[in-house]
């Protein structure tokens, strides 16, 4: 198939932890290249690597990220997914034991132990204000930084796409 999944991950439910899912909300509003599909995971690792079993070029999570930083702060980040081979079998259990609630790294390693993690991966992560509270309601700082995100994540879009083509035409 080729092209670039972005996914939304967090839950809703818990205030700033939706993030992820306003965002993919927000980019499924707008015009995106055929190339791109956006979804929402929520909380559930093993729907986004069912997802990934399709085969893309490229994968955006955009998560609530604690990095420590002002509430509303993006980050790009370019994770390493771990070898699941160094895994003892307590932590590969651990690993798969529930995907339906999960974290980024698990998703990752899962689909690196599968064969079909993207070549290029990026973490879009806010720094959120509170994810403790059960409420739909975000922080205004992260509810702000969902159109920058937006923006930052089209970017993405437009530079993946460039270097897909790119390999593309190297190969041929």
């Known amino acids: 198939m080729g092209g670039i999944l972005v996914a939304g991950m967090g839950n809703v439910l818990r205030a700033d932890d939706g993030f992820g899912v306003a965002v993919a909300q927000a980019l499924a509003a707008r015009s995106l290249p055929l190339q791109v599909r956006v979804i929402e995971t929520g909380i559930g690792g093993m729907h986004l690597v069912h997802e990934l079993m399709e085969g893309f070029d490229a994968l955006v999570i955009v998560d609530a990220v604690d990095r420590g930083a002002e509430p509303g702060t ?99």
């Open 74 to 172: 993006l980050f790009i980040l370019e994770p390493e997914a771990s070898d699941p081979n160094s895994l003892t079998p307590q932590e590969a259990q651990a690993l798969v034991s529930d995907m339906h609630n999960t974290v980024p790294a698990r998703v990752l390693m899962l689909a690196k132990a599968l064969g079909v993690l993207p070549g290029i991966v990026r973490i879009v992560g806010c720094q959120p204000a509170d994810c403790d509270p059960v409420s739909m309601d975000m922080s205004g700082a992260v509810r702000h930084a969902v159109d920058t995100a937006v923006m930052r994540i089209e970017e993405l879009i437009e530079e993946v796409m460039v270097a897909t083509e790119e390999s593309h035409a190297e190969r041929a």
